[in-house]
């Protein structure tokens, strides 16, 4: 729908190319060079406590396994060779990918109406809506997993409940099994996509829903047409952060499989911390790593061909 | 017939009333103004009218129809709002399609449509921009234009020129008019503007604490204010308590005193006998800025000293201070002689360039 806006755009005033924020460009001061100076520290603190490792790893990921714990310095692709010919290892990936998109729909799907409500909603209590909504992300990954076990054990309160109601015959397994890992998944990203969406929406005029409403939109069409299209934005910033953080996470894939469910990080542990190959371990990390930055740089072009 | 009527609409948030039993009715074609300082009721008013606010009392009809429990996107209203609240993502012609769209006109009808639409805002060069593309003013063009393709029973403006500046709200002011009254379609404009409102409007509704002060020709609204109110806020009036002393002819004219100087008598032209006046009432006597003048010409005169000189082009604003300490402002048109600041002077005004209003008090 917005590709149909950007297509008449070849116009002198203003193309889609300068981010469409006018109003922004005309203080192009430079920037004093003291700033410069006083983001030394943390360029320098980022370089050796991130730069190094990675450029470490990427360097393991390029060496030969020499047995347990021990890499041979002869650069080669083997390994990536290796990973991208093998269907048992692509099919990790794969469902690290399909864990991914599973979490991002239910984050966005459940997520939505209650980003919309916050956005809109003038209660005195919004302050404290936001805060219930974060309060996931102050408790500890470990904590909040535990507190799963129990929900969505067999005998636990959900499958009581949908035995209660009637909607299945047998408790489902729903922990220890892909299923566990996505509820949990959800449940701790769930935040970002609210906040992402919160603060879209509220950029929304909220008049511009009222003009929809004058003209003889329908609720349905008011969202669908008006509000949705306006809020892609947002969704894709809550894609980008919830779907990096889903496909490297290890503590709740780790506590909520049961071991069962290989996924990239959960595969690259056993990797690096049973099997100790640390040059396989690497190369699936580097994949991991490349495929998040390539979804980044689509979801941050494509928010930027929006304004 | 009345295309707009409102009967004892009452809207109240928790214990503040915003608008408190208005009444009033929009003819056929014609053009209103609800005029008004914020927080007046003008603006609920108009969105209890386009249907975004229940009403906690009283019936709204449109075209003799009770609307009151219709819901917003059933009214058939056009609004126009002060954000211009045009859609972001949708260039012009989609803007202005999407209340066709509505109502299921699409294809070359909806296209002929909204390229007239356009046509009367002089804005068909720019259909197939994004609103961000366009100045503060052709955007509010496009939001008249996305309003009235849809031909509906009333449009409503919500203080559309608010953001605008000076010498393009004065442009929009004609263009707005012209088209509503090229396409003879009724308007409620809501406006704290009471220039905009005089030059636009058939009739304005002078709007405070959520009730209608009055609701007049702009012309009469202007000679005839019924408060004190009303005259100070259409336009700058000069007040002075008085007492009416004498009722001559059938309240055809009066003789009043100063209240606080008994020997100060003005007489006073009653144009219109909706108000009774005997002798005895205590109340104010108004008279606007260039119906005085300088020097004692005229039948009324009152002593005063000159306080301030203000430059307007065509004329030049005298701030004075009267004999009994309070204040005057006479317009003297530009190039006329005026005493030097701080000189006594007398200033006078003829029985029929003023006014009789009533105590805010009584």
């Known amino acids: 729908m917005a590709q149909a806006g950007v297509k008449g755009s070849e116009l002198p005033i203003r193309g889609p190319a300068d981010s469409g924020q006018g109003a922004s460009t005309e203080r192009s001061e430079p920037l004093p060079i003291r700033w410069g100076v006083l983001s030394l520290p943390a360029v320098l603190g980022l370089l050796f406590a991130f730069g190094l490792p990675i450029a470490l790893l990427t360097a393991n990921s390029l060496f030969r396994h020499a047995g347990p714990g021990r890499v041979a310095p002869t650069v080669t692709l083997d390994n990536y060779v290796a990973f991208l010919t093998d269907p048992f290892f692509l099919r990790i990936l794969l469902d690290t990918f399909v864990l991914g998109f599973m979490v991002v729909s239910i984050c966005a799907i459940l997520g939505y109406p209650v980003a919309y409500f916050l956005a809109r909603t003038r209660s005195r209590c919004r302050g404290m809506m936001i805060f219930l909504v974060v309060a996931p992300l102050l408790v500890s990954a470990v904590i909040r997993n535990l507190g799963w076990v129990p929900l969505l054990g067999t005998n636990g309160f959900v499958n009581w409940l949908l035995l209660l109601l009637g909607l299945v015959d047998r408790p489902v397994a729903l922990v220890n099994n892909f299923v566990g890992v996505v509820i949990g998944t959800s449940h701790a990203v769930m935040p970002f996509m609210i906040l992402m969406l919160m603060t879209v929406i509220q950029r929304i005029n909220p008049e511009i829903e009222e003009a929809a409403v004058n003209l003889g939109a329908s609720q349905w069409q008011n969202f669908w047409q008006i509000v949705f299209p306006l809020s892609i934005p947002g969704l894709l910033g809550g894609y980008l952060i919830v779907f990096t953080i889903t496909i490297s996470s290890f503590t709740t894939p780790a506590m909520l499989g049961g071991n069962r469910v290989l996924i990239m990080s959960t595969f690259i542990s056993q990797q690096v911390r049973f099997v100790l190959n640390y040059a396989f371990g690497a190369t699936c990390a580097v994949i991991l790593m490349a495929v998040a930055i390539a979804l980044t740089v689509v979801a941050v072009r494509q928010s930027e061909r929006r304004g | ?362």
């Open chain 2, 1 to 362: 017939m009345s295309e707009v009527r409102l009967e004892h609409v009452s809207r109240t948030y928790d214990r503040v009333t915003a608008v408190d039993d208005v009444s009033l009715t929009v003819a056929e074609g014609q053009f209103l103004t609800l005029l008004g300082p914020s927080g007046c009721g003008k603006t609920t008013t108009l969105r209890m009218i386009a249907g975004f606010l229940q009403p906690t009392a009283g019936t709204i009809y449109i075209k003799g129809e009770d609307v009151t429990r219709v819901s917003a996107n059933r009214r058939d209203t056009g609004m126009v709002f002060q954000t211009y609240a045009l859609f972001p993502h949708m260039s012009v012609a989609a803007n202005v399609a999407f209340g066709l769209k509505m109502r299921g006109i699409r294809g070359e009808a909806a296209a002929v449509r909204v390229r007239d639409a356009l046509r009367v805002v002089q804005l068909e060069s720019m259909a197939d921009r994004l609103p961000r593309q366009l100045s503060g003013g052709q955007q509010q063009r496009v939001a008249l234009a996305r309003a009235v393709v849809i031909r509906p029973q009333v449009l409503l403006m919500d203080e559309p020129l608010g953001s605008l500046d000076l010498k393009l709200r004065q442009e929009l002011q004609i263009q707005i008019r012209s088209v509503q009254q090229e396409l003879g379609i009724t308007a409620i404009y809501v406006t704290h503007d009471q220039g905009e409102a005089l030059s636009m409007s058939d009739r304005v509704a002078v709007m405070r604490n959520g009730r209608v002060e009055q609701l007049d020709q702009p012309d009469r609204l202007y000679s005839r204010p019924v408060n004190a109110f009303v005259a100070n806020f259409v336009g700058r009036t000069n007040l002075l308590a008085v007492e009416v002393i004498e009722v001559f002819a059938a309240q055809s004219s009066c003789k009043v005193r100063s209240t606080d100087a008994p020997d100060l008598a003005f007489s006073v032209a009653i144009a219109d006998a909706d108000r009774a006046w005997r002798p005895g009432d205590r109340c104010l006597l108004g008279f606007r800025p260039e119906n005085g003048v300088l020097g004692s010409t005229a039948e009324n005169r009152i002593g005063a000293r000159v306080r301030d000189v203000r430059y307007f082009g065509a004329t030049r604003s005298v701030a004075l201070t009267n004999a009994l300490g309070g204040s005057l402002d006479i317009d003297v048109p530009s190039g006329n002689p005026i005493p030097a600041r701080g000189e006594s002077t007398e200033i006078s005004w003829r029985p029929n360039g003023c006014f009789l209003l009533p105590r805010e008090d009584s």
